[in-house]
């Protein structure tokens, strides 16, 4: 059987599958020294399933496969539930919507990156606003929806075309870190953590509008300083890279 393309899609070619994922050993898990994250994915496309778990066990040795699922019930029924990471399907045939699925996993300890073939604005502000770190489309290559969840996740894993995300050491300044106020820079960390705007005001003890004002300014921040932080997946990368990520 000849290698998988490691940037092969999830709507691709799906390459030939044998077995489950833990037919295919990660040999370069080792290199790393953190501890693997263990990852949960929920698509009630069997195929896709199974090639999306195979990819990340053959080509992400720093993410374990914990638990994959078809039906929503079987994800939160599992013992392995809940990961760390949630890779969650947009559309799925049980009538649980997007905002209960995203806010389960959320309430559960998971961060949630959403996989959809459906490339709308209302589908990814839906999934966004009901916490989840990132929306990517399933057109994209399992590579960058991988580096999204390592920035999610605040792990880093270097190559010649890749950046370092990792938290920047204590003292240390990026020279286009932009100055956040110390409200500005609370209500950051925990909109980054997975909390809805309703839920930074009511933790900050603060109102709605007030919450929404400090997450503005930090955004116009990030953008005079070039870096353009507009959704919230950009958002939690400027976190993972200017040491708020925790």
Known sequence: ???????STLTGSIPTLIGGASHHPAPEAA???QPRIRVAILDDHEVLLDSLSSWITANAPDFEVALSAKTWLELVHSANFPTQLVLLDFQ???HVSIEARVRTC???GAKVIVLSGLETNEA???ALAAGAAGFVSKAQPLREVMDLARTVMGLSRETDLQRDWRPLPIGAES???????LGE???FKLYVAGH???EVAELMNVRYETAKTYLRRVREKYAKANRPASRKADLIRRAAEDGYLQ
Do not use: C, I, Q, V
């Not at 059987?1 to 940037?7: G, I």
């Not at 020279?175 to 106020?181: D, E, G, H, T």
């Open 124 to 126: 990814r502000d839906r």
């Open 196 to 198: 809805s705007t309703n």
């Open 175 to 181: 020279p286009n870190r932009p100055k956040l106020s």
């Open 185 to 187: 820079r609370e209500a």
């Open 106 to 108: 959320r309430a559960a």
């Open 92 to 94: 799925l045939k049980e």
């Open 1 to 7: 059987m000849s290698d998988r393309d490691p940037d």
């Open 31 to 33: 290199a790393f020294d």
